[in-house]
């Protein structure tokens, strides 16, 4: 009969246990065991209960529990229940995960990552599924070239523990420029990584471009919470990383024919989007977003199939884009 969750989770922790080079009593065992389940969300056990675990490992798995002086502990440290416990779904959904966030191998997130899957599996799992010649089931877009993902772990870090952090930034164009910053938030977008903080110099919450920074160094200043500041909201009505700071957006409405009808009935333009009307020759959406470059580009890749209705501000500078566009190859 397959084991619970829960006491799947106590075999794995008192798995680790057993292979320690210290003996333990039940007693010891359980208030290890209690510890960890708690912090996972878990009710604790009963010495009993680990008792209880303690034999039925021993009766259904090929390890040998040694018992002395009233402690517990495996006859070799090579033994290990990590490869039997492990249901096959769980393996596909750790597989997963590893091939997932291989994207970031070499940064110390990953690694850190990798850490943590490999203690909480008791060490032995990892090895098979990483091995050499495994199939790689997943693609996941390649990172190319500088992304800042160098710079994760250190604003991660600053982020979760509130502390300030000095970096030397390079706005494009200009020169090098040092800012103390409280960051809030980390958003990757197209293979770029971005962050939202508040910088002291400037006295606002603004988007750093973590490619542009060429060096980070711990902040002396106390961490500032900028009230304004939601994480929730911020890109809530922004194309991609771009945001106005204090301007509204816009309630765009855009009427797309026949050969896009049902792509963006998949695809939604953006998270607000709303059809409005839909046939099988048209569809008419609308979302509201920023008024910015991003939004005319991803307008003007939709071509002939689509056409902008509202509001007339954009209207008028889609057709200004076409029209210089036009010029450009025909000649009058």
């Known amino acids: 009969m397959p084991i619970s969750k829960n006491t799947r989770r106590r ?34 056990v009963t010495d ?21 002086d009233s402690k517990y502990q495996y006859e070799t440290r090579d033994e290990s229940i990590s490869d039997e416990i492990l249901r096959a779904e769980d393996r596909h ?21 990798d850490d943590v899957i490999t203690r909480l599996m008791a060490g032995s799992v990892l090895r098979g599924l990483n091995k050499t010649g495994h199939e790689k089931y997943i693609q996941i877009g390649e990172l190319s070239g500088e992304t800042g993902q160098r ?6 870090n600053a982020i979760v523990e509130g502390k300030t952090l000095r ?16 960051p809030y938030l980390l958003k990757e977008y197209r293979n770029i990584w971005y962050m939202v903080a508040y910088a002291n110099e ?47 957006p816009i309630e765009v409405i855009l009427k797309f024919d026949e050969a896009l009808v049902q792509l963006i009935s998949e695809n939604p333009v953006h998270p607000t ?47 200004t884009i076409v029209k210089q566009t036009f010029l450009k190859y025909f000649d009058f």
């Not at 303690?54 to 090929?62: N, R, S, T």
Request: charged residues 30%; glycine residues 6%; aromatic residues 12%.
């Open 11 to 44: 075999y794995i922790l008192i798995d680790s246990i057993l292979k320690s080079y210290k003996r333990y009593s039940i007693k010891e065992i359980a208030e290890k065991v209690n510890e960890q389940l708690i912090e996972d969300g878990f009710e604790p």
């Open 48 to 68: 009993r209960m680990i008792y209880n675990d303690l034999k039925m490992i021993q009766a259904e798995y090929p390890v040998t529990i040694i018992k002395k």
């Open 93 to 113: 959904i750790i597989e997963m995960a590893l091939q997932t966030f291989a994207i970031y191998k070499g940064s110390g997130l990953f690694d850190k990552f």
């Open 151 to 156: 710079w994760i772990e250190v604003i991660y």
């Open 167 to 182: 970096i030397h930034y390079k706005p494009y164009g200009q020169e090098t420029k040092i800012r103390t910053i409280s």
């Open 202 to 248: 400037t006295e606002a919450s603004n988007i750093f471009k973590l490619t542009r920074i060429q060096k980070i160094e711990p902040g002396q200043e106390s961490y500032f919470i900028d009230d304004k500041f939601n994480r929730e909201e911020y890109f809530k009505h922004s194309l991609g990383v771009f945001h106005i700071r204090g301007e509204e």
């Open 273 to 319: 989007m709303r059809v409005l009307s839909k046939s099988d020759t048209e569809m008419v959406v609308s979302f509201r977003v920023y008024n910015t470059i991003e939004l005319k580009t991803k307008i003007l890749g939709f071509g002939a199939n689509v056409e902008v209705l509202g509001p007339d501000v954009l209207k008028e500078e889609i057709k």
